[in-house]
């Protein structure tokens, strides 16, 4: 039978259902919210002389969550305007509604009573075959399905969706005794493909995998924060992006889900865990219990482990509990890593330090990798699930069994042991029938050790992907310091940036042009993607920064025209070439995806021409492109100028799209050209199918456009009486006007006396032109100095 997904009803509208409907939205599925009526009116409704049985008043609460949520950042939606996907109304008149959906989420409060009650009515209206899943962090599922019928139960698991719904991409699937595999199968595929996430089907243990581990890590770092004499600022320090995992490390993390939060998953483990080997280890350590009687919860009551007054944020002090000013933290074996780019590779290192951090990773992961290792078969029986969801709920680079594997199997044992730790027996197993590793890689896929199997077999599920990690030396082809090509199979090669937050410097603008040359002789099509935290944050502004101030004009000029050409060679080669942008994807990685053929973005794409936050235009054909895409906009009798001024402020304001879609609507995408990817894992090989789609329709290679019609003294004016009052009303600074003017001429096309067809060249000299103006500017030094050293803009 072929299941398909139109319609959802999402049964609770608190931030996690909101969420889970807006990701649906997001998502292009029409969404039923529902939540139940107020149970008394407001101060405004009395007011108004509204009562109990007016609708607006009926649905106040499933309209006010929403509202919320729409309102809150990171926005919980890729684009305001998807909202309207969404239907709200109240489980006692609109109920019947779900008759209508093929798949109800149950997403009210976490206590199983109230979860019952609510599948009894969701029994009685939904129709048979229809999907039924609970959103729970840990309630049992064999418990929620007692009592209800056989199609129900047997369409009946849980879908555990991590918060915020849309960034975290941990889907587990718990199913429930009756669950069918056809269902199982449905939700891991469809969590994948269209919810853009990783799909871990779990066992019904409580909290699962992910918060099961995620929990004991948090709980194991409080009690050894106590046993080292570490402050909150150290271990946030050794547990944040030096590891591969979030800037916010582990104290600030739980001040934004919430203490509380935690503290409910972590008594769940200690009541409902009573055989766990470390089950002393879920107590809340003292610490933690005053804070929550003190309702410390973190950011929702304003003060946590960190607490900001004024522009100051303090730190508790875990010994007096009392907020003191934050201290740096400084650890020598951390100095020993700063040379070593990738998190997997610093490991071995830091395990080995000589100082209290080396000491708190080898007493940290000695005790991880004990506990991972007893998990299995209990909540799950392959490894690998541990690390995926560690990965997407966690948000963390590499799974525990990863970074095992990276310090090596057998000096992992020997860590623990000098903890008074064993391994589980299948390890030792594993080490005596030849295996030393969790992983293997063979013909760009991944194998895993299976215990039942007692050999390496292949992950599943990777044939939707191409896995970068797995091919980049099997397949290469070529590299630089900058950049390195791969092929991708059936003629189609890519080109992944090596560079430090994959900026453009000269390196990389060899490694694309050596791209192109190659694909232009030997292959079909190309794509330049990469799997990194970014795509690209933009052009290596350091070596703009050394060549102005050693006025290097004519260095800098030849620099920037071989940026402007190589984005030109991206549009006008005789091969398709698909750029994939990801994250943050900003100046110079944003220009390139506006010269492409073809951009195959990731839904979470962060894209903007920021240049003005360094003082200067976009230089790398950003401002011609715009100009030219405003062009292609006029219409007979329109107000073209407004078409211009739309793109112009696009530049001057700096505008970043808060996601792929939006950057639809700030014209840096196009529709009908461009396409978004809800999963970031299947980008690199959906860009290939796009670029080999190309490649056979026949691609021909464009001719360069000589059409652009500019609007001359017409536009000018309009920009400078523009600036003149922004200026004068204080909203700019002087140094911001003269970009903008230098912007406006570029845009304008000069000051040509008539609107006047040009080429796309006499656009890119306007704009190198006023972009080396522009770095012969103090205030624009200053610019990029501070952004430099500070990574911030400077107003000036």
């Not at 009526?37 to 109990?52: D, F, I, N, Q, Y």
């Not at 009210?108 to 599948?119: G, H, N, S, T, Y």
């Not at 909540?379 to 690390?387: A, Q, T, V």
């Not at 995806?593 to 235009?617: P, Q, R």
């Amino acid at each position: 039978m072929k299941r398909t997904i139109k319609k959802v009803a999402v049964i609770g509208s608190g931030i996690m259902g909101s969420g889970i409907a807006c990701h649906f939205a997001n998502i292009g599925v029409e969404v039923l919210l529902l939540d139940i009526l107020p149970r008394e009116l407001t101060e405004a409704e009395t007011k108004k002389g509204l009562s109990l049985e007016d609708t607006i008043v009926r649905n106040r609460l499933v309209n006010d969550h929403l509202a919320n949520a729409l309102k809150s950042k990171p926005s919980p939606i890729y684009s305001q305007k998807f909202a309207s996907r969404i239907t709200t109304g109240n489980t006692t008149d609109d109920m019947a509604k779900i008759a209508t959906a093929d798949w109800i989420i149950e997403v009210v409060v976490e206590r199983l009573d109230i979860k019952k009650l609510v599948l009894e009515q969701v029994e009685k209206y939904r129709k048979p075959g229809t999907l039924i899943t609970s959103n729970t962090s840990g309630i049992p599922i064999h418990f929620m399905s007692e009592g209800r019928s056989e199609d129900f139960q047997k369409h009946f698991c849980g879908t555990h969706f991590f918060n915020p719904a849309r960034y975290l991409k941990l889907f587990e699937i718990i199913p429930g005794p009756q669950t069918s595999t056809e269902v199982l199968d449905f939700l891991t595929t469809y969590g994948e493909k269209f919810l853009g996430k990783t799909s871990v089907v779990a066992k019904d243990t409580p909290a699962f995998i992910g918060n099961r581990i995620g929990i004991y890590g948090i709980q194991s770092l409080f009690h050894l924060v106590k046993e080292l004499g570490l402050t909150i600022e150290e271990v946030d320090k050794l547990t944040g992006p030096v590891i591969g995992r979030p800037k916010s490390a582990t104290f600030r993390t739980v001040d934004v889900v919430g203490l509380d939060t935690l503290v409910h998953v972590a008594n769940g483990i200690y009541e409902n865990c009573p055989n766990d080997e470390q089950h002393d280890l879920f107590k809340l350590p003292d610490f933690v219990t005053k804070m929550m009687e003190n309702k410390w919860l973190g950011s929702k009551t304003g003060q946590g482990f960190y607490k900001k007054e004024g522009k100051e944020i303090l730190t508790l002090d875990l010994d007096t509990l009392e907020y003191r000013a934050a201290k740096k933290a400084s650890f020598a074996t951390l100095e020993l890593t700063k040379s070593i780019d990738k998190p997997i590779n610093r490991f071995k290192v830091l395990v080995k330090g000589k100082d209290k951090a080396g000491e708190f990773y080898r007493k940290s992961f000695a005790g991880m990798f004990a506990y991972v290792s007893n998990r299995i078969p209990e909540i799950s029986d392959e490894l690998y699930k541990i690390d995926d969801a560690m990965k997407a709920g966690f948000g963390w680079e590499n799974g525990p069994f990863e970074i095992w594997d990276a310090i090596g199997v057998e000096k992992g044992i020997e860590i623990m042991k000098a903890e008074g730790l064993e391994p589980a027996a299948w390890v030792t197993d594993m080490l005596a029938a030849g295996n030393k590793s969790f992983y293997t890689v063979a013909d760009g896929a991944t194998y895993f050790y299976s215990i039942p199997a007692k050999a390496q077999v292949k992950v599943p599920g990777q044939d939707a992907f191409i896995i970068l990690n797995n091919i980049r030396e099997s397949k290469k082809i070529w590299s630089n310091s900058g950049g390195v090509i791969t092929d991708l199979g059936d003629g189609i090669i890519n080109l992944e940036f090596l560079s430090k937050m994959n900026t453009i410097g000269g390196d990389v603008l060899q490694a694309i042009n050596k791209a192109i040359d190659l694909a232009e002789k030997e292959y079909q099509g190309l794509v330049i993607g990469n799997q990194a935290g970014n795509f690209s944050v933009g052009a290596n502004i350091g070596m703009i920064f050394m060549m102005a101030v050693e006025q290097e004009y004519d260095e800098l000029n030849m620099a920037i025209k071989l940026f402007q050409d190589t984005m030109m060679r991206v549009r006008y080669s005789s091969i398709p070439v698909v750029v994939a942008p990801h994250g943050m994807t900003f100046g110079g990685g944003c220009e390139m995806s506006l010269h492409a053929d073809k951009v195959v973005a990731a839904a979470e794409t962060y894209m903007g021409l920021v240049e003005f936050g360094v003082g200067v235009i976009p230089g790398g054909g950003g401002s011609k492109e715009l100009a030219l895409r405003a062009s292609d906009l006029f219409h007979k009798n329109d107000v073209e100028l407004n078409v211009l001024q739309e793109y112009f402020l696009t530049i001057a304001m700096a505008k970043v799209s808060t996601s792929g879609y939006e950057a639809f609507d700030t014209g840096l995408l196009q529709h009908g050209k461009d396409v978004i990817v809800v999963n970031k894992d299947r980008q690199i090989a959906e860009a290939k199918k796009h670029a080999l789609l190309m490649a056979e329709a026949g691609y021909t290679q464009p001719i360069r456009r000589t059409d652009v019609k500019v609007l001359g003294k017409q536009a000018l004016g309009m920009f400078l009486v523009g600036t003149d009052q922004m200026e004068a009303g204080k909203y700019i600074s002087e140094h911001d006007k003269k970009i903008a003017n230098k912007l406006a001429y570029v845009m304008a096309g000069g000051d040509l006396s008539e609107p006047t067809l040009v080429s796309e060249q006499y656009l890119l000299d306007l704009e190198r032109e006023a972009f080396l103006s522009l770095c012969t500017e103090r205030k624009t030094l200053e610019r990029i100095q501070f952004m430099l050293t500070k990574g911030k803009p400077l107003r000036n």
